[in-house]
């Protein structure tokens, strides 16, 4: 697979901490750190700092409620690229015995895009692309998840953008693995990789300078469950 961001990082926002992933890739290797902060504003500004000092450029996030906004408001202040999965939208588990019964549903909210120039993520937001304005949600469903190996997985399923849903199969990789002293679960922290042709979606404009094709790259925390059955 093709390093598409170096350095990049997944948040796991709480009411009184976040539990930051960085994950950094060179030599052929990558390397991946996890620490938990506070959301004070001491402890988000600490965050902000320790990301900047790894060179994260691309950080994601999920939370419940307003717990997230404190922690966008800190870190839109720094040089990254934020990106917000809606927690009440999102259902991801997985049966570390049984990956075949893994689930995952996503809801992005186009309205939540970011970019290091804000002028870019209004285009990305206008009718020429992703066409927040009749289209606020873009969603992904999985039909089937495959492994290849202990800590590598395909995922297959159905993305929807624009109104327009097409099959889409995706590179999962388990790059790190904890526990989340507040739920009492176990938490994977996976790289998810794949591509789509952005004409799929009716996304045409701009053709002579800009790519058809849309390279993907996701940090994702998915809830691995207890084995049944």
Known sequence: MDVLYPCCAGLD???????????TASGGAATSEVRTFATTTPGLLALSAWLAEHGCTHVAMKASGIYWKPVWHILADGEFT???????????TIDSQHPERTAINVVIHIASLTMAWENAADLLRSAAFFDAAHYPDARFTSTAVVPVSANHYIVKGNLEVRGVTRPIELDADLVEQHLDTQTGTEIG?????????????????????????????????IQIVAPSG
């Open 13 to 23: 926002v709480h009411k009184d901490t976040v539990v930051a992933c960085s994950r």
């Open 82 to 92: 934020l990106i917000l999965a809606n927690a009440a939208h999102v259902k991801n």
């Open 189 to 221: 922290n996976f790289v998810v990789q794949g591509h789509l042709q952005r004409s799929a979606f009716g996304m045409t404009a701009d053709s002579d300078f800009i790519s058809d094709r849309v390279d993907l790259r996701i940090s994702a925390h």
